[in-house]
């Protein structure tokens, strides 16, 4: 499933939320609470809740969608591992900055080197290939198998270095 919460600021049509919008969308009127009637809390916190996810091309600051996804954590009591490919900041401690506050978010961090978009390219397509490669072998094996677990662990300190990801059955 991919998801795109927010289009692009600058373009009426595919831009979803303003300001206002937000608050429409994600908050009890005239407070700063999440709304977990409105149909956009409650969706993501069901995906929240229900996938790990791989978070691509958005800020991860201070979005609303981080407070869904931490209290999210909270309400069903799950510490699930999400992912996010991100550039890599420039410092040492920009990095070590942004990594921590990643993680108070449940959010580990995949590395990339600053304007390397193509390894963002490679790195989704070797994940494909990987989970294209375990439904294969597992429909092969046994066709009454029917879940495959995968190794979800992947470590990228930057785009030189390749990660191996490997699945397990």
Request: charge should be positive.
């Amino acid at each position: 499933i991919l998801l795109k919460l927010h289009g692009n600021a600058d373009e009426k049509i595919t831009r979803i939320l303003t300001g206002q919008e937000y608050a429409h969308h994600y908050l009890i009127e005239n407070q700063q609470t999440i709304d977990y009637a409105k149909r956009l809390p409650m969706a993501l916190r069901y995906a929240f809740g229900k996938r790990i996810l791989v978070f691509m091309g958005c800020s991860l600051r201070s979005d609303r969608y981080l407070n869904v996804l931490i209290d999210t954590q909270n309400f069903f009591g799950n510490k699930d591992i999400h992912f996010a490919i991100v550039e890599k900041p420039d410092n040492f401690h920009d990095k070590q900055y942004r990594t921590k506050h990643l993680l108070r978010h449940g959010i580990h961090p995949i590395w990339y080197n600053r304007g390397d978009h193509q390894f963002v390219t490679w790195l989704l397509q070797t994940l494909c290939n990987k989970v294209q490669s375990n439904n294969n072998e597992t429909h092969s094996q046994s066709e009454n198998k029917t879940n495959v677990a995968v190794d979800r662990t992947l470590t990228v300190q930057d785009s030189s270095v390749k990660p191996t990801i490997s699945g397990q059955h």
